[in-house]
């Protein structure tokens, strides 16, 4: 399959021009100054054209000639005896299959014979790793990254599998955790059942660094502690995915801890998922990100104006951005290879400077094969309602005395992961979202 995404990433260069693409692959690391070692993860980029998950490689696309060119290391006895068995040539050949196998060691030869006008690299460190045996030719930095980045956006029939699967692994995971959740238990627990249901398909690399947060630090964005004793009455929030052959999942659901919603977290988790359920049935072709961002504020607003919460027009809260000190994150971004994918800002596009809306990753028109999150939310922060009701203009906005006593509350996010397709979109999400559904599981699994 990697064949398909060279041919598509070359075929967007020039080939009449001496020229060479250029990209090293990942290096072990290591925790400071000591011999433990961090998961390989391959960079994402290298991983995308070669499917070489191993470190310490270098590729090089002849432009003229669309050759492949794999550089790997030449591993001694003593790798061996503490990393593993030493692959022969044959070995990296029949595995990766470039039109051309070399050693590390033989990557000045092969550019001095290849000799380029022009060498495409993806960044300044790598630009500088090469320049120690090529100094003469000029180096690109805008072009290799801009094209690999077009590429990853429109993601293949093969990309969109593997997104499936990654998905279809992380809906049996976050089912279990709303089975197993229990006032009592620790948030770490709940973490340990989601990592175990990935481990035992086989997934071992976290997307992203798990949010398994309940009560107050359910507002917490990047909460990563994930160390408290859930309370009778807190919700619970799990943001949570681990990546399959390296494309990621990234779901979040919230459930009522004890398995029953109060009153206040009805209101807010239904203002939430009204959002989210419209925003989703509006993606098809040509929607932009923005608009979706907007229109899931404005029905989350009104779903605070109904609770009583904030007071006014949904125009007048929309315009004083009174939106913003609840959803404060952008509405979703790209999916693929990283969880904040490639792409979300096409060249020219910049962030919009507006409370709210300026951490949006994504503002551009969705077209078919985009895949993407849509995960809208309502958070009860202190840090930013308390300056907001000492402000005039917000507090007219603002139920002061009602938001005091949500403090503790935490928040509610929803994310599902969706395929834009010619028709509409494909959601790959399918974890219990809807109140009765969640409230019956959860009575079920504690009786
Ligand atoms: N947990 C990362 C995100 O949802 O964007
Ligand atoms: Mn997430
Ligand atoms: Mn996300």
Redesign the pocket.
Known sequence: MRHLHREKLLSLFDESQDALIYMKGADLSYRYDTDYEFPFRQESNFWYLTGVNEPDCHLIFDLRSHEYHLFVPRRDANYAVWHGRVKTREQYQNEYEPEHLHWDAELPKVLKEIDPDRIYCLNEEQAEYIEEFERKTPIDLDALEEALTHCRVFKTEWELDQMREAARINNIAHTEVLRSLEPGKYEYEMKAVFDYHHLQHGLMQDA?NG?FASGSNCAILHYVENDKQISDGDLFLI?AGFEYQGYAS?F?RTYPANGSFTKDQAAVYQAVLDAQKQVIKDIKPEVSMEDLHIKSAEIMMQGLVDAGLVKGSIDDLMENDIFALFFPHGLG?FLGLD??DVGGYPKGVERIDRPGIKYLRARRALQPSMVL?I?PGIYFIPALLKPAFEDENTAQFLNKSKLENLFDFGGVRI?DNIIVTEEGHENLTNVPKEREEIETIMAGSSA
């Open positions: 992203y949010i943001d990234d979040t971004h969880t904040h999150t995960e994310e």
